[in-house]
Nanobody
């Protein structure tokens, strides 16, 4: 029901855009989020977006570099990642939350995609 793609290998300072296509039970009213998990680390919040009212929230580590957006017609969420650093290397997951607001913790997300690998070389 959530399929993330767009990851890859990029040099430091480069950009990537991730996409997450939602289908089935995923309503346009849900908050959609991106998380990432580096080897040996816990899954961490990256960004989240809600359509109505339109609002976004970012982790401090990506603020000003990443931008989350959504296309409700295509039922797709995007994560534009700029000025990438090796510290951004991780598997990136998209998720959907039925709860209110802009949740930032994994426990509030009900649906998860399979993840896409982002590797940033120095």
């Amino acid at each position: 029901q959530l399929q993330a793609f767009g990851g890859g290998l990029v040099q430091a300072g480069g950009s990537l855009r991730l996409s997450c296509a939602a289908s089935g039970r995923i309503s346009s009213s849900y908050a959609m989020g991106w998380f990432r998990q580096a080897p040996g680390k816990e899954r961490e919040f990256v960004a989240t977006i809600r359509w109505s009212p339109y609002s976004t929230h970012y982790a401090d580590s990506v603020k000003g570099r990443f931008a989350i957006s959504r296309d409700n017609v295509k039922n797709t969420v995007y994560l534009q990642m700029n000025s990438l650093t090796p510290e951004d290397t991780a598997v990136y997951y998209c998720a959907a939350a039925t709860s209110y607001g802009l949740p930032t913790h994994v426990r509030y997300y009900d649906y998860w995609g399979q993840g896409t690998q982002v590797t940033v070389s120095s």
